[in-house]
Every structure is written in structure tokens, then in C-alpha cells.
């Protein structure tokens, strides 16, 4: 490609740089824009890093986006310093020392834009399969095929995989194992061993700090002594029994001899820890760890043990960010009042079968999705979110008949199969049902707005039930 | 049946003088102190029972009143297979207000693992392990050093007791305050493994026993068994706790002699312990034990014999009877069978079944008068009946020549500070300190 690379051709105007049928936008610490919405329509993004953390605030802004426009944008960082950040290190497409290298970088800027033509846009229902299809997405741009974890003092967990935990707090860094660990259950990734590190079993924060403490009273406040065994005469004590309060000479108490030489007329056969808090004595101290997050004091045995490892995609995951994927989750499967995906499948069909026979009885399949609901789990942790579900549950249950059937496709979606209801009658139940759930969930979580949606499909005798369901989702996620 | 008309012939010909001139040494030593001294002490203990039976009663109720803390250390090496029992018959004791200690000497199995989760389970209060192995004695002084109770009782791990022995083991204390120790009963559990420890039982049962009974009674008593034995604290750490073995029990009981102590024999306080089965294993066991009367009688605590400051004729006694009867005689048994064969040689085909004879009905006599004064017993009498002419030969000869081996050895090279019982390094210690 003919380039003019002569610095005059090259002019930051108005924090644009256009270039090569390109338009860089130019952030700077003088934008003091951190909304990013600004950036909506440029092909990519010049960051000034010459302040480090402005730089990674924004790229992290950027990254973190929601919509692809923002978070596959190219960015390059201009006069970026040495940093131990992993946002800065791993997130940007390319470094810069001046604008005259835009020319360097517009192939790379052009590449990507190509890349994410390419991309499959369809929705993932549930927030492991949206985070992860957002990460797939960014890595097939950037023709990365690792997700590599990095020592980052900054994560709760001591580790971080730039390129999905750029969507989550420090404190939420739990999280991206589990959401690793999903991934690696759907065979999108594959792990391969990194390190191991053990969790707090209270708040899941890896800064834990191990201690000897007295298996008495859990007391961390000992003395530890060495035991001295005096042969001549076989007393056997702790060196302070043997030391006195005038010179550094040790005399057995026992027989008033002095000690000489250690392993001839004494040795030192083990040592004895007393516990200042509660007096006892004790050779085998107990290890535990209090996490510097919570303070929680857990025997170590308690500590959740999690591998840290480098996860490589599988065909599955390289062919995901092109052809998507449909999610074999069942972990939301024993919630009381519903039934998993696959028994859901075996009775819809037994449904469509009788819908077949009869000329008047109609029955209708709804998808429920609540849309922004992985900004409260984020929040709640998993027992709350559990919590929730079953709430939710018993909500729906309340006001569908005994023969209806719940079945959740995962934690933000979820099918009701609605027998003899028509599509009027249907409407109207899960109207209320989603003004019943909006309160619900408002009511309980500090005024959390759920953005709940529902398509509804009644049975056609015609096609096939699971054809059917695909459609449904196809259609809501389209 | 010529030689038995010529046997009965001779002895129906010999007259009491010559019956004694022949048989002296059966009759002026053996069947004196063995038989009538411990016969007339115990027939004089269990008449004067009712005397005694109120202030045991009183010392029992004293004992529950005050509840004492009590520590009970386990001194040993490898052990770790028996704890586990051991923790158990401690748990269905009477008695229950002690802290069991456990110390690991050095061991090199499985010992710390079981000692560990025990301890975790609350089995074991105190576990205390030196990776080096010490020796008994330091490991009953790291227990000793450790122990918070009034008392300490020294047990082996390989034993089990009865569900009040504990308790009977402390009531003496509170019957008798100059009391300083009391030694179990010990009987044995494996009398059935072998004939050798049957024999053992039987010597138990019979000799140890009765015999502790008696000295208890004549005030005597030297040698209280580390496989159960308790002690008040305050004795043990005047006299330092143990010191180097082998030997260590007897020594330490002279030691709370010593301090002007009363050593008192508790017949009611039963453990049941486990012994050699083999008899090389009974030779070792046994050459250790008599090579310390050498050891420790003669020569550590040999001021026993002088008149000086701490002189205690209950102390002198007891080493005069001990030294007179194990080592003297012992010595002077080989006088009379070359009295017998100097001066009786053509007779002695009718000399020796004699006196095969006369020990074996004396034998048979002693245990049946004795088993009068046994209260509980974990074997049948008739159990040892048959085994009872077979006494003569495990008492006079094989246990006599094993002693005599090992005075000598004694005497003569100081083998015991050779004995691998103690390890290497205080054994030389002992041995260049002459301790």
C-alpha cells in the first residue's frame, strides 16, 4: 500500500486523524471525555498513554463495552511507558511513539475491521455465554488463539485474563474462573495448567494471609522454643529452662552441668510452640488463612482450590465467533418447581403430540429473558442469585396452572409451556407476570430495574416441537 | 521301678538332719523368704484389711472431694498401634479428670500420623514428638516436663487397665500422705500366645505379684513398674525425673525412696500387659533387668548402705534383701550344687529329683495358699496347673542362669551401658560420667 509517511500529511484535527479512508479518533488526557459514546462511528482510536491510568480507565471503558462498535474498536496507545498493567499490555492493537506512525498502524486497524465483518451477531442467552462470545469475538479480531492469566496485584484473585476480566471489578474476578470453567464445560476452551491458587471459601479473594496458630485456641500469638535433651543425666526441657539471666551459657536444670557441644553431650530434638493467649503447649500448630478482603479466619482446609490455566480455544471456540453456539448448560436444572432444558424437550414433544390429535386444543411455548439481569448477579453473589431464581419460580408457579411446565435455558432465560392457553390468554399472563417479577426483584434488590421481555409462540401441529423452540429463540435473539 | 524302691529307700532312710544338711538351700533361704515371710506378711495384710478399710474409704472419698488433675504420660517409640486402644481404656476410666500425654521417642512408622488425628479427635490432649530418638528416660522427662497434673502416672502403651485403676491407683495418696509412689498390678493378657509367656503369667501372678504385696507391707518395695505407676509431681521434679536406663523404673522408685517417700503397692490397681513371647525375647527383656540391680543397687545408689545424713533403714533393708536375694544367693545356689556334688555325689540321682520334688510341691502349695489373697484374677487357677512342675525348671535354672549372665556381664564389663536400649550417644555419656 503507497503511503505518504511525511509528518505534514499527518494533522490531529479537532482529536480526528484521517488517514487512508480511516478516521482515527485521538484521545488525550485534555479530552477529559471519558464517555465513550463520542467515539461511535470512527474506525479506531489513538489513545494518548502518557498518563497510564487515564489511558487505562479508557481502555478499559473501551473494552469493557457491551456494544462490539466500542469493544473491537482498534486502539493504539501513543507514548506508552513501561507498566506492569495487564489492561495496558494486552489490550490495544499496537504502540506508537508519534503520529506519524498512523501509517503503521492502519493496516492493523483495517484488518481487524475486516475481521469483525466476519462475526456471528447472534445473541448468547445467558450472561457466561454473552461475556464469553464478547471475549471469542475480540480474540477472532485479533487472531488470538490463547487466554493467558497474568500476575495482577489489582485482582482480587492475584490473576488476570485481560481479555475477559476487563469486563469485571477487581472484586469480581471470581467470577472470570467460573466463567472460564463454563466455557471450558462447553468445550470451547481447552486448559492447560498454569498455577494453582486457593479462594477464600467466604468472599472467593486470593489475598490470604497463612499463619501458625495454636490448635487450642486459634490464638497466632506463640513462642516457639527448641526442646534441648541433656543426655548425661536425659533431662529434657525447653532452652529456657537452660538459660540463665547473666551470660549465654546453657546449665541443665536438672543436674547443673553446663551444656558444651551439641550432639556430644546434647542435641535439640524437636521444638515446642506455647501459646501466649491460652497457655498451652503445642508442637503441631494449625495453618490457617485470614483474608486480607473479609477477615474471614478459615482453616486452610476450607480454602477453595482453584487451577489458574492457560486456556487455548478449541474448534468449537475458533468456529464460535464466526458460527456462534448454542449453550448445553444445565446447571440451573434442580430448581424446585422446574425442570432442566432436555426433560422440557421430552414433554413439549408429548405436548405437540397431543396438540396434533386434538382440533381445539392449543397450547403455547413463551421465552422469558431478563435482559439486564447479570448487572444484579455481578453484584449479589451466586447464593443470592440462587436465591432469586427459586423466588422467581415460585412467583411464575403462582400464577400459571399446576399443569404448566418451567424450564430455565440458563440464569437470565427461561421457557414456560403453557397448556390449553391461546396466544390472548398467554399475552396477558405473562404481562402480569412480568409486572409481578419487575416488582419483585425491585422490591428486594435496592430498586433494580429488570428489563424483562417475552416472545410467545403457539404450537403448530405442522412443525416439529424442537424446530419450533429453535425458532422461538432464533426469533427473540435475532 | 529298682530306682524308685532306691529313691524311696533313701528317703525314708535320711532323718531330718540330714534331710536339711542336704536340702539347705531350700530350706534355710528359698522356702523362708518365698514362702513364709511373703505368706506370713500377706496373711497379716488381709487380716488386718478391716483396720485398714475405713481409712481407704476415707482416702477414697478425700480423693473424689479434692478430684485432682492428673497426668498420664506414655513415654515410647513406635507405639502408635497401641495408643489407639490405649485412648480408649482411659475413656471408660472412673477416674476421669486427667490429661493423657503421649510422647513419640524418635518413632519411624506410622506413629505421628495415628498420634496426630488421635489428637485431633481429642483422644490425646498433649502430643509432644522428638524427631531424634532420646531414650525412655527423656521421654518421660519431656512428659514430666509438660505434665500440669498433681500426679503423673507413667504408663506403657502396650497396656490396658481395668476400669478403676486409675482411681485405685490415687486413693493411696490420700490414705497415706507420705505416700510418695504407687505401683499397679500388672498381669498378663497374652498367657496364652506360647508356654513362655504362660510361665511368665504364672510368675506374675504368683511371685511378682504376692511378692510386691509383701514387700509393699514390709516396707521394701523397690521397683514400681513403668507400665503402671503413679507418682506425686512434686517427688518427681525433686529428684529430677528419670534418669538414664536401662533400669529406670527401679531407679526412679529408689529416688522417691530417697526423698523420704513411703513406696506403697496397690493390689486393686490391675493393668494387663503384653509379654515376651519367645524365650530369646524373655532373655533380653530379663538381662536387661537384672544387669540394673548391678547398676543401679550396687553401684549408683550404693550410699543406701552407708550410715550418712539420708541414711533410712526402710532403705537399707529393702537393698540388703534385694542384693542378699538375687545377687548372693544367687551366687551361692552354685555353692551348693558343688556342696552336693563334692560331699553327696554318689546320691545325687536321688538328691535331684528331690529337690525337683520338693520345689514343685512347694510350687503348687504357695500358688494354692496364694490364690487365697487374689482378689481378681484374668486366669483360671487350674489354667496353671499343669504348667506348674515346669515353674521349677523357668525359676531355678533358666531364669537363674540368665541372671547370673547378666550380674557378670555387669560386673565384670558394664554391659548395660552398651545395651542399644538407651541410644549411642547417652549411653557414653552415662557410661564416661559413670552415672
Known amino acids: 500500500m503507497a503511503m505518504n509517511r511525511t509528518t505534514e500529511n499527518i494533522q490531529v484535527v479537532d482529536h480526528k486523524i484521517n488517514y487512508s479512508n480511516l478516521v482515527f479518533y485521538v484521545i488525550d488526557s485534555t479530552n477529559s471525555i471519558l464517555n465513550i459514546d463520542h467515539t461511535m462511528g470512527y474506525d479506531a482510536i489513538i489513545l494518548d498513554a502518557t498518563d497510564p491510568e487515564y489511558a487505562r480507565i479508557v481502555l478499559k471503558k473501551i473494552r469493557s463495552h457491551h456494544n462490539p462498535e466500542f469493544y473491537l474498536k482498534p486502539v493504539f496507545l501513543l507514548n506508552s511507558k513501561t507498566t506492569k498493567d495487564p489492561v495496558l499490555n494486552s489490550l490495544h492493537d499496537g504502540l506508537m511513539t508519534s503520529y506519524d506512525q498512523v501509517a503503521d498502524v492502519a493496516d492493523v486497524a483495517k484488518r481487524i475491521f475486516l475481521k469483525t465483518t466476519q462475526l456471528d451477531n447472534q445473541l448468547v442467552p445467558s450472561f457466561e455465554g454473552q461475556t464469553i462470545k464478547k471475549v471469542l469475538n475480540y480474540m477472532y479480531t485479533r487472531d488470538t488463539r490463547s487466554l493467558k492469566p497474568t500476575v495482577d496485584l489489582n485482582s482480587s484473585i492475584g490473576y488476570t485474563f485481560p481479555e475477559l476480566s476487563v469486563n469485571f471489578t477487581a472484586a469480581e474476578e471470581p467470577q472470570v474462573l467460573e466463567i472460564l470453567e463454563w466455557a471450558d464445560r462447553e468445550g470451547l476452551i481447552w486448559p492447560d495448567f498454569h498455577e494453582k491458587i486457593y479462594l477464600c471459601n467466604n468472599c472467593s479473594s486470593g489475598y490470604l494471609s497463612y499463619r501458625e496458630v495454636c490448635p487450642h485456641c486459634n490464638s497466632s500469638n506463640s513462642k516457639s522454643e527448641d526442646l534441648i535433651h541433656h543426655f548425661p543425666c536425659a533431662y529434657i526441657g525447653p532452652i529456657s529452662d537452660y538459660q540463665n539471666n547473666i551470660d549465654n551459657s546453657l546449665t541443665c536444670p536438672k543436674c547443673n552441668k553446663a551444656l558444651r557441644h551439641i550432639g556430644i553431650d546434647y542435641d535439640k530434638p524437636s521444638v515446642v510452640h506455647h501459646c501466649n493467649n491460652c497457655d498451652q503447649n503445642y508442637q503441631d500448630a494449625f495453618i490457617k488463612s485470614k483474608c486480607m478482603s473479609c477477615e474471614q479466619d478459615t482453616d486452610i482446609q476450607y480454602l477453595i482450590p482453584k487451577n489458574v490455566n492457560v486456556y487455548k480455544l478449541t474448534r468449537k471456540g475458533r468456529s464460535a465467533a464466526t458460527s456462534g453456539f448454542l449453550s448445553s448448560s444445565t446447571e440451573i436444572e434442580d430448581i424446585f418447581g422446574a425442570i432442566n432444558m432436555q426433560t422440557f424437550r421430552i414433554m413439549l414433544h408429548y405436548e405437540f403430540e397431543k396438540v396434533k390429535e386434538s382440533t381445539t386444543q392449543k397450547t403455547t411455548v413463551a421465552l422469558l429473558h431478563l435482559e439486564n439481569i447479570f448487572e444484579l448477579y455481578n453484584k449479589i453473589g451466586k447464593k443470592a442469585e440462587r436465591k432469586l431464581l ?86 427473540f435473539f435475532a | 521301678m529298682y530306682y524308685l524302691d532306691e529313691f524311696f529307700n533313701y528317703i525314708s532312710s535320711v532323718g531330718p538332719s540330714k534331710i536339711i544338711r542336704v536340702f539347705w538351700f531350700f530350706f534355710f533361704f528359698e522356702f523362708v523368704r518365698f514362702f513364709l515371710v511373703d505368706f506370713t506378711t500377706v496373711l497379716l495384710w488381709k487380716m488386718t484389711a478391716i483396720f485398714r478399710k475405713k481409712r481407704v474409704i476415707d482416702g477414697r472419698n478425700m480423693l473424689w472431694a479434692e478430684e485432682p488433675f492428673v497426668s498420664i504420660i506414655v513415654p515410647g517409640k513406635n507405639e502408635g498401634k497401641h495408643i489407639y486402644k490405649l485412648a480408649n481404656s482411659l475413656r471408660e476410666q472412673t477416674y476421669q479428670n486427667f490429661e493423657f500425654i503421649v510422647i513419640d521417642d524418635g518413632s519411624d512408622d506410622e506413629t505421628p500420623e495415628i498420634c496426630r ?167 533380653n527383656q530379663r538381662l536387661r533387668w537384672d544387669k540394673s540391680l548391678i547398676r543401679f543397687r550396687l553401684r549408683k545408689h550404693n550410699d543406701v548402705f552407708f550410715p550418712n545424713q539420708s541414711f533410712k533403714f526402710a532403705n537399707f533393708i529393702s537393698f540388703v534383701e534385694n542384693i542378699t536375694y538375687n545377687l548372693i544367693l544367687n551366687f551361692k545356689w552354685y555353692f551348693y550344687i558343688v556342696d552336693m556334688v563334692l560331699n553327696f555325689a554318689s546320691k545325687l540321682i536321688f538328691i535331684v529329683p528331690m529337690n525337683l520334688i520338693l520345689y514343685t510341691l512347694n510350687n503348687y502349695f504357695k500358688f494354692i495358699v496364694f490364690s487365697m489373697f487374689r482378689d481378681r484374677k484374668n486366669v483360671r487357677n487350674d489354667y496353671y496347673m499343669i504348667y506348674m512342675p515346669l515353674m521349677v525348671l523357668y525359676f531355678g535354672f533358666f531364669l537363674r542362669f540368665v541372671r547370673t549372665f547378666a550380674y557378670l556381664q555387669e560386673l565384670l564389663f558394664k554391659a548395660s551401658y552398651e545395651d542399644n536400649w538407651n541410644p549411642e550417644k547417652s549411653s557414653k555419656q552415662a557410661k564416661a560420667l559413670k552415672l
Not at chain 1, 399472563?429 to 430498586?447: E, Q, R, V
Not at chain 1, 416441537?465 to 432464533?474: I, M, P
Open chain 1, 390 to 475: 427459586e423466588e422467581l419460580v415460585v412467583v411464575i408457579r403462582e400464577n400459571i396452572k399446576p399443569s404448566d411446565v418451567i424450564a430455565f435455558e440458563s440464569s437470565s432465560t427461561l421457557y414456560l409451556m403453557l397448556s390449553n392457553t391461546g396466544t390472548d390468554n398467554a399475552d396477558q399472563k405473562l404481562k402480569n407476570l412480568s409486572a409481578l417479577t419487575t416488582n419483585l426483584i425491585k422490591k428486594n434488590f435496592n430498586g433494580f430495574n429488570v428489563n424483562l421481555l417475552y416472545k410467545l409462540k403457539v404450537l403448530d401441529p405442522e412443525k416439529k416441537a424442537d424446530t419450533q423452540l429453535q425458532e422461538l429463540s432464533k426469533d
Open chain 2, 117 to 283: 488425628s488421635l489428637k485431633k479427635n481429642g483422644l490425646i490432649d498433649l502430643y509432644l514428638r522428638n524427631e531424634v530418638r532420646g531414650g525412655k528416660a527423656s521421654a518421660a522427662n519431656l512428659g514430666l516436663r509438660y505434665a500440669t497434673g498433681k500426679f503423673i502416672i507413667h504408663l506403657d502403651a502396650d497396656c490396658s487397665y481395668d476400669r478403676d485403676a486409675i482411681e485405685n491407683i490415687l486413693v493411696p495418696f490420700f490414705v497415706n500422705e507420705k505416700i510418695g509412689a504407687v505401683g499397679g498390678d500388672v498381669q498378663v493378657r497374652n498367657y496364652r500366645d506360647s508356654l513362655c509367656a504362660t510361665l511368665q503369667s504364672l510368675e506374675y501372678t504368683d511371685t511378682i505379684s504376692i511378692g510386691r504385696i509383701s514387700q509393699s507391707q514390709l516396707g521394701i518395695y523397690r521397683i514400681i513398674s513403668g507400665a503402671f505407676g503413679a507418682f506425686r509431681k512434686e517427688a518427681l521434679d525433686s529428684v529430677g525425673g528419670w534418669d538414664i536406663g536401662p533400669g529406670l523404673d527401679g531407679d526412679i522408685t529408689v529416688k522417691v525412696r530417697k526423698l523420704g517417700y513411703q513406696i506403697h503397692f496397690e493390689p486393686t490397681a490391675i493393668c494387663q500387659t503384653n509379654v515376651p513371647v519367645t524365650f530369646k525375647a524373655l532373655v
